[in-house]
């Protein structure tokens, strides 16, 4: 069994930076993919990033795509989000995600193995 603790979730103002981390727990997960999903009030949860068990390649939301930057550490079994020039869209809770797949390069929301609980961002106007 895995467990992931997102952190680094708060408030901030439209246009500053924050740094989410994923910490996982209970086994190595340095052979699978992982990403990171995010839901807003009243919306749907929605891919935001992945990344592949090697760090070797990366995939971003278009509503995402050159202010956010995904990477993992796989010595320390954590998967962390860069987020910079933050708009009040992106308020939500992010959720970070395992892949239950080992060695696969994309992470895919129906092969989601483990889940974590979520860390709020808000982002003022």
């Known amino acids: 069994q895995v467990q992931l603790v997102e952190s680094g979730g708060g408030l901030v103002q439209a246009g500053g930076s924050l740094r989410l981390s994923c910490a996982a727990s209970?086994?190595?997960?340095?052979?699978?993919?992982m990403g990171w999903f995010r839901q807003a009030p009243g919306k749907e949860r929605d891919f935001v990033a992945d990344?592949?068990?090697?760090?070797?390649?990366?995939r971003y939301a278009d509503s995402v795509k050159g202010r956010f930057t995904i990477s993992r550490e796989n010595a320390k079994n954590t998967v962390y989000l860069q987020m910079n020039s933050l708009k009040p869209e992106d308020t939500a809770v992010y959720y970070c995600?395992?892949?239950?797949?080992?060695?696969?390069?994309?992470?895919?929301?129906?092969?989601?193995?483990?889940w974590g609980k979520g860390t709020l961002v808000n982002v003022s106007s």
């Open positions: 995600a395992v892949d239950g797949r080992e060695f696969d390069t994309n992470l895919a929301t129906e092969a989601v193995a483990y």
């Open positions: 209970g086994r190595t997960v340095s052979r699978y993919a």
């Open positions: 990344i592949s068990w090697s760090g070797g390649r990366t």
